[in-house]
């Protein structure tokens, strides 16, 4: 029985031969998020523009229909039988996801990771995107300078079997070690990427030790607007919070004062630059041996898409400042890091 | 007092109490208004949706689609109210239209077909969280009108929440629906067997579709009550319903093959489990240990049931569905 | 006029299969890359993995009961595999065979609570998936195991049959066959279907139904960790998080197979040709609608609309035949 489906997918084959785009022609890319998430909305728009303003063939946002490392794998390799020559990907996983971007090199297509890097060894070209570890690091920064170098702070996270979640936790723990004596860790609540378990542990939380914490940081999306909501619905303006991320609920609590500030990060020139970026490596460019990488914890060859700190001074402005970013980092890129043939 | 040790809520009901006697002690600030509070939330939201999944094991099957349609209801009572700028009232009948829409179709088609509900709403569970996401687009709606969010955030004296009114008159009624009418009684005997209830002449295809179509109700209910308390629509809304719901019936000493629910029981359920994840956040249990604690408490809670069960049985030597 | 018609025509399988085919045609035909290399090669490896994990479910619900810890079950195993190869320096035949001891020992206690205490495994399962889940993330801090031998990783992208086919899916297949021989034509298969079918009667014929079940809880946390090995295989490392959450992005997977295959929620009916051809429908759908483009965000719906539709179309099939054999 088995057997005759493989000979009938097999004689399907035969008929249908596939057409592989191959290595020159128009570059199609595939801009693909971890799952269905509001942070990726922008690469959508992003793939749109890069397609008017560099002339490539497509830069398509293609969402895995859950949040799920196979849903995610499935997808990617799907995209390759669509004639999708070179793939953006957010790791599902940040070693798991490592084996199919091999296989799409393999095949022909390059990729990179966007927003969040894999590890390495890696066949990723590179990573562009935020370094989840630095971020943390610098908002607990942020946190610790407003609370004036002293107090009692909490940190909220994502999933623990996600590997960023350690770095995050460890990140936040250098800053505060890195603060001396004054600043002290009370509590980390991890495994709140669900709204309705967020919201029952973090008010937990508030009603356990609201009035001994003195400030609150943030590393992951639902955790920080779950926090901002919650300090909102209090009332709340003394304790000082950090969160991550552009929701509105988080820009609107910063507005109101009840939100010190976030760590943005640059979603739509991840999308725009680095759909650009794949366009140039299909045509033929290589990296520079000097090219200036930066490193993090999980690769040597990570460039930083900005992530910035925003506080009531100009969340209302941030837009514009994320495009100058982006901006920048186009107009330098080829001569920074890329050797192309003439 | 005898009848009363039979009683499924009542060894739950002082656990309840001792337990909270126990927290209070080492950690006063459990029994603080705000942490009152915040606990009355919580159980205010995860009653309504134990109910909704109660009221599907009294008739022995199973609802996995619970999630799924308070999802749907949350994001279209939101998005009508933010694209449509619909009011309130509207926007609330409609959710509850679509709430038993869907549980009508879970019934219908489980009754008509004679599968399990169990695959039925296993595939109903796909379908409505792919109109969800495929409306939504995984974007969250933000518009909420200030009366919806101050019934989320209010509260009406003390530590008392808005929020909690309508679960409580829900659960009156279900405690009046399975103790009081014939309707409970024929979807338990349903449960029990369903030749039996048969052949005492009553419609099952009835019996079925109205415990779904409640079902339905009581997941928009809950769907919107998420929103009220979280002030925004997101799609992920109900994604972290499915084991809570069987939980709390479970630890109420309901049992999965059919035909034995406990309305007062199920409630304490709720409790005990929002008491056990507050005083995990309270007592600041390390987040790796979180998880393994919460299945042992699981595995407590159903051996300390199946142990008076199995000493009432001894007592009183009736046949029992284990 | 009904004994024309085989025997195998009215079976579930014989519904799915034309289904499968059916599936087959359509995508072939209106889409260009279902049918290339890359994407029939990268097809059989999901497939063998769902089959693998869709037979461990199976053989829980062959008693009535269900294995929600299959997942955090599968993703324990194979973190302990990894920890064995990499950490230990086991061989890999040493390790394969420890994992799946491994994997049956956490089968047992599941097996042996649920026994005992006669509590349906729907809740132990519950119960014992977040500890498993919870000591796995403990132990390893949520680190993986990625420095895992080339021999073994290398065994995950090998490609046969024309670079086809993943050896992963003869494994899968293989397995069909020998859990196919072990419930049809040994003692103890039978004995096992016997206490699922009816455990008061298999009890009176001397069977020891709770044994039995616990072989079956075993059987599962076996085959949960073979499938462990070769997601690990397959990604080319150990990873907590690679079933997701408690290990919940294997569920769906598990119930589907199983279900779409015929085997009978109740207990008492094992299918394993049938959990074949689920897998094998539900992997075929998946791919094909994110080929034919029905925009991402509609892909569960419509998978759902087609599940329900298989099960519906199967329920019309029985109907059917079970009318046209009282008509003879």
């Given at each position: 029985m088995k057997k005759f489906i493989i000979f009938l997918t097999s004689f399907f084959a035969l008929l249908v031969s596939p057409v592989f785009a191959g290595g020159h022609g128009v570059t199609k890319v595939a801009l693909v998020p971890g799952g269905p998430h509001p942070y990726f909305a922008a690469w959508e728009q992003a793939g749109l523009d890069a397609v008017e303003d560099f002339g490539l063939g497509k830069a398509d946002y293609r969402v895995p229909a859950e949040w799920d490392l196979s849903q995610q794998n499935e997808l990617i390799e799907s995209l390759v039988g669509q004639g999708y020559n070179a793939v953006l990907v957010f790791p599902g996983d940040a070693v798991g996801t490592n084996k199919i971007l091999g296989e799409l090199d393999d095949a022909g297509i390059p990729t990179a990771a966007l927003a969040g890097c894999v590890e390495q060894p890696t066949q990723a070209k590179f990573c562009f995107g935020t370094d989840t570890g630095h971020s943390a690091y610098l908002g607990?920064?942020?946190l610790i300078k407003a609370l004036g170098g002293k107090g009692k702070i909490a940190h909220f996270t994502g999933f623990l079997v996600d590997p960023n979640t350690t770095?995050?936790?460890?990140?936040?723990?250098?800053?505060?070690?890195?603060?001396?004596?004054?600043?002290?860790?009370?509590?980390?609540?991890?495994?709140?990427?669900?709204?309705?378990?967020?919201?029952?542990?973090?008010?937990?939380?508030?009603?356990?030790?609201?009035?001994e914490v003195d400030g609150i940081v943030t590393t992951a999306w639902v955790p920080a607007v779950v926090a901002a909501q919650a300090l909102t619905n209090m009332g709340d303006k003394r304790i000082k919070m950090v969160g991550i991320d552009h929701d509105e609920v988080v820009l609107k609590a910063i507005k109101d004062g009840y939100v010190h500030g976030t760590m943005l990060q640059n979603p739509y020139g991840q999308g725009y630059i680095g759909s650009y970026v794949m366009d140039k490596v299909r045509q033929g460019c290589e990296f520079k041996a000097d090219a200036p990488w930066k490193s993090t914890a999980q690769t040597d060859q990570f460039i930083d898409s900005g992530t910035v700190f925003v506080d009531i001074s100009d969340v209302d402005t941030y837009v514009m400042a994320m495009r100058g970013i982006s901006l920048e980092i186009l107009e330098t890129f080829d001569s920074t890091y890329l050797n192309c043939p003439s | 007092m005898s009848a009363l040790l039979k009683k499924d809520w009542f060894g739950l009901g002082l656990v309840l109490i001792f337990g909270s006697i126990l927290i209070s002690l080492f950690k006063p600030a459990f029994i603080s208004p705000f942490n009152l509070y915040v606990l009355m939330l919580s159980?205010?939201?995860?009653?309504?949706?134990?109910?909704?999944q109660m009221i599907i094991i009294a008739i022995g099957q199973m609802n996995l689609s619970v999630g799924a349609i308070g999802g749907l209801v949350a994001i279209s009572f939101t998005g009508l109210m933010e694209v449509y700028s619909m009011s309130i009232l509207p926007a609330v009948l409609i959710g509850l239209l679509i709430g038993l829409a869907c549980g009508f179709i879970n019934g219908y088609i489980t009754v008509k077909t004679g599968i399990s509900a169990f695959i039925i709403t296993l595939a109903t569970l796909y379908i409505f969280k792919g109109m969800n996401l495929g409306i939504t687009e995984a974007q969250p709606f933000y518009e909420i009108p200030e009366a919806v969010k101050f019934f989320g955030n209010a509260k009406i004296f003390g530590p008392i929440p808005y929020l909690v009114i309508i679960p409580i008159i829900i659960t009156v009624l279900m405690w009046i629906l399975m103790n009081r009418t014939s309707l409970g009684r024929y979807m338990l005997a349903y449960g029990n067997n369903v030749q039996s209830s048969e052949l005492i002449g009553i419609s099952s295809t009835k019996i079925v579709i109205y415990a779904h179509v409640i079902s339905g109700l009581l997941a928009a209910i809950g769907g919107m009550l998420v929103v009220c308390r979280l002030q925004l629509g997101t799609p992920n809304i109900g994604d972290s319903w499915l084991l809570p719901s069987f939980a709390a019936p479970v630890i109420g000493g309901a049992i999965l093959a059919g035909g034995k629910v406990d309305v007062i029981a199920t409630a304490f359920g709720v409790i005990l489990v929002s008491i056990i994840s507050q005083a995990l956040v309270i007592f600041k249990i390390d987040p790796f240990f979180v998880q393994i604690f919460l299945g042992?408490?699981?595995?407590?809670?159903?051996?300390?049931?199946?142990?008076?069960?199995?000493?009432?049985?001894?007592?009183?030597?009736?046949?029992?569905d284990e | 006029m009904n004994n024309k018609i085989p025997n195998f025509v009215k079976t579930n399988q014989f519904g799915l299969l034309i289904?499968?085919?059916?599936?087959?045609?359509?995508?072939?035909f209106s889409t260009d890359g279902f049918t290339s290399r890359f994407n029939i090669y990268a097809l059989s490896r999901v497939v063998a993995l769902d089959i693998m994990i869709g037979l461990a479910m199976m053989v829980v619900i062959l008693t009535g009961g269900l294995n929600l810890s299959?997942?955090?079950?599968?993703?324990?195993?194979?973190?302990?595999?990894?920890?064995?190869?990499?950490?230990?320096?086991?061989?890999?035949?040493?390790?394969?065979?420890?994992?799946?001891?491994?994997?049956?020992?956490?089968?047992?206690?599941?097996?042996?609570?649920?026994?005992?205490?006669?509590?349906?495994?729907?809740?132990?399962?519950?119960?014992?998936m977040s500890i498993y889940f919870g000591f796995m993330t403990l132990l390893t801090e949520a680190e993986a195991f990625r420095k895992l031998p080339e021999a073994f990783t290398d065994f995950g992208s090998l490609k046969l049959f024309n670079k086809y086919i993943s050896p992963l899916l003869i494994i899968?297949?293989?397995?069909?066959?020998?859990?196919?021989?072990?419930?049809?034509?040994?003692?103890?298969?039978?004995?096992?279907?016997?206490?699922?079918?009816?455990?008061?009667?298999?009890?009176?014929?001397?069977?020891?139904?709770?044994?039995?079940?616990?072989?079956?809880?075993?059987?599962?946390?076996?085959?949960?960790?073979?499938?462990?090995?070769?997601?690990?295989?397959?990604?080319?490392?150990?990873?907590?998080?690679?079933?997701?959450?408690?290990?919940?992005?294997?569920?769906?997977?598990?119930?589907?197979?199983?279900?779409?295959?015929?085997?009978?929620?109740?207990?008492?009916?094992?299918?394993?040709?049938?959990?074949?051809?689920?897998a094998i429908l539900v992997t075929l759908i998946n791919n094909g609608l994110y080929l034919i483009d029905v925009g991402e965000f509609w892909v569960r719906f419509f998978l759902g609309i087609i599940l329900l539709g298989a099960v519906l179309l199967d329920r019309a099939r029985e109907y059917f035949t079970v009318k046209n054999s009282i008509v003879s």
């Open positions: 607990t920064k942020e770095l995050r936790i460890n990140a936040v723990e250098q800053a505060v070690s890195e603060a001396g004596g004054g600043v002290e860790i009370i509590q980390v609540i991890a495994d709140i990427d669900a709204y309705e378990p967020a919201d029952e542990k973090i008010n937990a939380f508030m009603a356990a030790q609201g009035s | 159980v205010s939201l995860m009653l309504v949706v134990a109910m909704s042992f408490m699981i595995l407590l809670a159903v051996f300390i049931n199946r142990y008076r069960e199995y000493r009432e049985e001894r007592r009183t030597k009736v046949f029992s | 289904l499968v085919i059916v599936f087959i045609c359509i995508f072939s299959l997942g955090a079950l599968g993703v324990s195993a194979a973190m302990f595999g990894g920890w064995c190869m990499e950490s230990m320096g086991i061989p890999i035949s040493i390790t394969i065979i420890l994992v799946l001891a491994f994997g049956s020992f956490l089968g047992w206690i599941n097996g042996f609570v649920t026994v005992r205490t006669g509590v349906h495994s729907f809740i132990v399962t519950l119960a014992t899968s297949v293989l397995t069909c066959f020998v859990l196919y021989y072990i419930f049809k034509y040994t003692d103890i298969g039978r004995k096992l279907i016997a206490a699922g079918a009816n455990p008061d009667a298999a009890e009176l014929s001397g069977i020891s139904v709770d044994r039995m079940f616990i072989y079956c809880h075993m059987l599962s946390g076996f085959l949960a960790a073979l499938a462990g090995i070769m997601l690990t295989a397959r990604i080319g490392a150990a990873i907590p998080s690679m079933a997701g959450h408690l290990g919940f992005d294997w569920l769906l997977p598990a119930f589907l197979a199983p279900v779409l295959g015929g085997t009978l929620l109740s207990g008492g009916k094992v299918t394993v040709f049938g959990t074949m051809l689920g």
